[in-house]
């Protein structure tokens, strides 16, 4: 199922990428919205599926002429697990806030950045069986975001999107859209 829905964005986004050249796309008061699909660091789960939200407002001439953008990202996955007599299911909705420095680069096509910031990660457990056992529940926690990441335009307001690091999925993988 995931490899056909990293499929279908693929087709989805050749599809509606227009012909011509992608321009300069990110600058001060760039905004876009996007939607992603994460692997790894997510317990059984086989993918979690979440959105991107980011706004690029200062830019920074001493910093090798960069740009400075706040990043929101929100995601969801969960799993179930069963031993014997004994069920356990997990469900878990991360939100997170991070500051990214987008590097300045000739091609306009590429965006690499990187971010660190802060996240909440919501955690919801439930339990079936013979008595009760809380050692299998996580709570909810606030959680370290630690990512580098990019944007390859397929046009002026498409990219590709992919980011890695620590917080919730290891990697992830979508598509942007240019809202401003």
């Keep these: 199922m995931l490899k056909k829905l990293i499929g279908t964005m693929a087709v989805a986004a050749l599809i509606a990428a227009p012909v011509q050249q992608a321009a300069a796309q990110i600058s001060k008061g760039y905004t876009d919205i996007g939607?992603?699909?994460?692997?790894?660091?997510?317990?059984?789960?086989s993918a979690s599926f979440g959105g991107r939200f980011e706004k690029v407002f200062k830019e920074l001439p001493d910093l090798g002429n960069g740009l400075l953008g706040i990043g929101v990202s929100a995601d969801y996955y969960g799993y179930s697990d069963s031993f014997g007599a004994y069920g356990y299911s997990w469900k878990y909705i991360p939100i997170g806030a991070t500051a990214n420095y987008h590097f300045k680069l000739d091609n306009k096509k590429?965006?690499?950045?990187?971010?660190?910031?802060?996240g909440y990660n919501y955690i919801?457990?439930?339990?079936?069986?013979?008595g009760y056992s809380a050692n299998y529940c996580s709570s909810s926690a606030i959680y370290f975001i630690g990512?580098?990441?990019?944007?390859?335009?397929?046009?002026?307001?498409?990219?590709?999107?992919?980011?890695?690091?620590?917080?919730?999925?290891?990697?992830?993988?979508?598509?942007?859209?240019?809202?401003k």
């Design 147 to 179: 990512r580098v990441g990019g944007r390859y335009f397929f046009s002026p307001n498409m990219a590709l999107y992919a980011d890695a690091g620590a917080g919730a999925a290891t990697l992830n993988v979508g598509l942007t859209f240019k809202l």
């Design 124 to 130: 919801s457990c439930s339990y079936t069986g013979i």
């Design 110 to 118: 590429v965006d690499p950045f990187i971010g660190a910031g802060l």
């Design 35 to 45: 939607v992603v699909v994460g692997l790894g660091n997510i317990g059984n789960a």
